[in-house]
């Protein structure tokens, strides 16, 4: 039976609704015919509320995942001009409309920052934010960070190992800038959100993910300056793929306990001092004097050195200040060792096993808000191998 019903507000704002109830309309008195009208009215609105109730049940029913952006190529527009332009959170979910139908996603805008301009004071506080977040909301799977590109490992080590709950954390980005062609920060940032949400990423710590490929925030390392597939682990490899039908693992990390930060406040000076053919000792003193609590020196092959940064490294340690000695070669280790030189207790440099010096220094930086005992300090490190 054919119905039609207008609603019709006059000018003193009552609502009015007029119908045509074919088959009766011109037999059934105006009261029935207002009465009808009002039971369509009802009916509607009843529909509505059930159309969004199952909606909001779907919602509901959506894995969650919070996403925190802090800026990058991926939030980039113009980027190879001198007339950058930025995008914010809203505007990268907007380039990925599928992600709302496998997440409810809900988001922060931590920074908005090319990652040269991340400092350690950032990554103390967006480890927190991300705590905060886990603890204060049960429900989240995981959590997406999207950063930029160039100093991403750090800052996905440093969330490594402070960031105790479980569920994961997913650093993202882009080679790409936004407003690009063949851009690959949208898929990237989809499949960060698979990941977040999948089970079998719980307890595997901070991962990146970039072209389609998963890793360790421990193994990761930026290894290419534009090409999309710049990100690899040249030691211990991928952990695992985002495929079109599931995310694939092929091992776990290897996580030692995690570092409490709930304490600290700001955290302790590490430099970094890069060996070459004749390099003297001037950087090392001068990071000494600059007040380097450690330093980390970028060796070349198996942590060797040139005679007068050697002498510089020993003016170093007799002066306290903790050497931990990794490798430019890119892959490899540098074997612990104890932290005091064997039958004495003088201290001795560390190893940084197979850690890149960037990471070497994230870890020595937290050691260092531990203990500044160089024995400690080599167990700490030989623990994160
Ligand atoms: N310069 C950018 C950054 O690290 C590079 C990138 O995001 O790919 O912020």
Not at 20 to 33: G, I, L, P, V
Not at 224 to 229: A, G, K, S
Request: net charge positive.
């Amino acid at each position: 039976m054919a119905y039609t019903l207008s609603v019709l507000i006059d000018a003193s704002g009552r609502i009015n609704f007029g119908h045509t109830y074919a088959r009766y309309a011109k037999a059934a008195s105006h009261s029935d015919r207002t009465r009808a009208g009002h039971i369509q009215v009802i009916a509607r609105i009843a529909g509505w509320l059930v159309v969004c109730a199952s909606a909001a049940a779907a919602q509901q029913q959506k894995p969650r995942v919070h996403l925190v952006a802090t800026g990058g190529t991926i939030a980039s527009t113009n980027y190879y001009s001198d007339q950058g332009g930025k995008i914010g959170v809203a505007d990268l979910l907007r380039a990925v409309p599928a992600i709302d139908s496998i997440a409810s996603i809900s988001t922060e805008q931590f920074a908005n920052l090319a990652s040269s301009m991340i400092t350690p004071s950032h990554w103390l506080a967006l480890s927190r934010t991300i705590a905060d977040t886990l603890r204060a909301r049960p429900e989240l799977a995981g959590v997406v960070v999207t950063h930029g590109t160039d100093t991403m490992e750090e800052t996905a080590y440093f969330l490594d190992l402070t960031v105790q709950d479980a569920r994961p954390v997913v650093v993202t980005g882009a080679m790409r800038p936004a407003d690009g062609i063949g851009i690959d920060g949208p898929a990237n940032l989809y499949n960060a959100v698979r990941l977040a949400r999948d089970s079998g990423a719980v307890g595997r710590g901070t991962m990146v993910l970039l072209n389609d490929e998963i890793f360790a925030a421990r193994d990761v390392m930026k290894s290419n300056t534009v090409r999309p597939d710049a990100f690899a682990a040249p030691y211990r490899g991928a952990l695992g793929v985002a495929d079109p039908e599931r995310i694939v693992f092929h091992r776990t990390p290897v996580r030692a306990p995690r570092f409490d930060i709930g304490a600290v406040r700001e955290l302790p000076r590490v430099d970094i001092a890069y060996v070459y053919s004749g390099a003297d000792g001037s950087a090392v003193d001068a990071f000494v004097a600059a007040g380097a609590k450690g330093i980390v020196v970028a060796g070349v092959g198996r942590g060797g050195m040139t005679g007068p940064m050697r002498e510089a490294v020993s003016r170093a340690l007799n002066k306290g200040v903790i050497m931990v000695i990794g490798s430019r070669a890119g892959s490899g280790s540098v074997p612990v060792g104890a932290g005091v030189r064997r039958g004495s207790d003088a201290p001795a440099t560390i190893g940084a096993g197979d850690l890149p010096v960037q990471k070497a220094r994230v870890l020595l930086m937290l050691a260092l808000t531990r203990t500044s005992d160089p024995r400690e300090i080599a167990r700490i490190f030989a623990a994160h191998q």
